[in-house]
């Protein structure tokens, strides 16, 4: 994997939790009937106006970045590596058996002559 790699999909884990850390901070739609009853809403830590567009903007920053880094590292993970080793880029001919001639002394082999097989009966 390479150093880009490596960066981008760091960046993309620490894009991903902050995105899942702004969406679990957002209040649901059912908290704006409850503020409306006097369910606590004045006590925010963003003001009495609520957290909705600093937290929604946040939201819509992270999740194009989330975006972009997922297409970033499929595009990366598509292409294919060059190859480093010159083994790798070396074509070895393979030569037949037919070419290959038995050493000089090297007999045929029969059954008698492998190891732990008996030789054959002759049929009758």
């Known amino acids: 994997m390479t150093t880009l790699n490596t ?3 760091a960046g993309h884990v620490v ?3 902050l995105l899942i850390g702004t969406v679990l901070l957002q209040r649901g739609k059912g908290a704006d009937a409850g503020a409306g009853f006097g369910a606590g809403g004045s006590g925010t830590v963003f003001g009495a106006r609520g957290s909705a567009s600093f ?6 920053v992270l999740a194009t970045l989330f975006f972009v880094t997922s ?4 595009f990366l993970g ?4 060059v190859s480093s080793s010159i083994m790798e880029t070396t074509e070895v001919p393979v030569e037949s058996q037919s070419e290959i001639a038995p ?17 054959a009966e002759p049929a009758e």
């Open 55 to 60: 937290l929604t903007r946040t939201t819509a």
């Open 103 to 119: 050493a000089p002394g090297d007999a045929l082999m029969t059954d008698g002559d492998l190891p732990g097989i008996p030789p």
């Open 15 to 17: 894009i991903a939790a």
């Open 7 to 9: 960066l981008l999909l």
């Open 78 to 81: 598509s292409q294919r590596p």
């Open 71 to 74: 297409l970033s590292l499929a």
